[in-house]
């Protein structure tokens, strides 16, 4: 059974910093493609950052010089460290990992960072 379990979401003031994580667990996470998605109030859910398996990255331009993607292979652990951060990032922030042989894609079930003074 496919597990991918986020962590590290909260309460965070403008300009501070929150580092979410992701344990993805059934998978062979050497051959997934992993990312942050997030979707805030009547938004439609969007790209934050993808890394590969190699470590390349992307990130969506709203979170580049901000946030930092990165990934612990041995550990099959995804995190996102978000700096500097604003009332604009308040979203439910979502584990995504895609297959990068069949293509097939889990989901979390998100957690929650709220930015607010």
């Known amino acids: 059974q496919v597990q991918l379990v986020e962590s590290g979401g909260g309460l965070v003031q403008p300009g501070g910093s929150l580092r979410l994580s992701c344990a993805a667990s059934?998978?062979?996470?050497?051959?997934?493609?992993m990312g942050w998605y997030r979707q805030a109030p009547g938004k439609q859910r969007e790209l934050v950052a993808t890394i590969t398996s190699g470590g390349n990255t992307n990130y969506a331009d709203s979170v580049k010089g901000r946030f930092t993607i990165s990934r612990d292979n041995a550990k099959n652990t995804v995190y996102v460290q978000m700096n500097s951060l604003r009332p604009e990032d308040t979203a439910v922030y979502y584990c995504?990992?895609?297959?990068?042989?069949?293509?097939?894609?889990?989901w979390g079930q998100g957690t929650q960072g709220t930015v607010a003074s």
């Open positions: 995504n990992a895609e297959s990068i042989i069949s293509r097939v894609v889990y």
């Open positions: 059934g998978i062979l996470f050497r051959f997934y493609t």
